[in-house]
């Protein structure tokens, strides 16, 4: 994979152009995986922090699409941080995103009445927000990309 900037001197613009290699694809595939991997055991640990799902129980399959969900949300989010190593030094940038991203899911869940919390679910003074559930984005979607970098020891030409 090779992401190269390019900047216009006389207008200042920048633009990035992306070459995306069978690397790439492998690299992607694994963030998918292990992000999957991870959240499937985050999302049936915490489901017991949880009343209900749409008024309902909440099973296997509602905990599966969770997931599945979750899994993209995160390659998503480490796209950027993939494709070009420039963005490397920001990959802190992963939390951010993964929080905020968790906070919007978890106002629109709860204001539809999509889910419902416990009593044991800790909740976030001033948000009025589940803990576990506005974490978790960002911190799997964190050690997910660390996880991939460490494995595939991330050599990208800028």
Not at 47 to 66: D, M, N, P, T
Not at 123 to 134: E, H, K
Not at 137 to 153: A, D, N, V, W
Request: charge should be positive.
């Amino acid at each position: 994979m090779l992401c190269r900037v390019r900047k216009d001197y006389i207008t200042g613009n920048v633009s990035y152009n992306v070459v995306v290699t069978g690397d790439t694809f492998k690299r992607i595939f694994f963030i998918f995986i292990a992000a999957f991997i991870l959240n499937a055991v985050w999302e049936n640990l915490h489901s017991v922090l949880y009343e209900s799902y749409k008024g309902g129980e909440i099973s296997q399959f509602i905990l599966l699409r969770a997931t599945l969900s979750d899994a993209i949300y995160i390659v998503l989010m480490t796209l950027p941080f993939v494709l070009c190593s420039k963005f490397k030094k920001y990959d802190w940038l992963v939390v951010v995103f993964g929080v905020v991203i968790s906070i919007i899911i978890e106002y629109y869940a709860l204001s539809t009445g999509r889910w419902a919390y416990k009593d044991l679910m800790p909740i976030i003074p001033f948000l009025g927000i589940g803990l576990t559930p506005t974490i978790q984005l960002g911190l799997l979607g964190y050690i997910t990309f660390k996880l991939e970098e460490s494995i595939f020891q991330s050599k990208i030409e800028v």
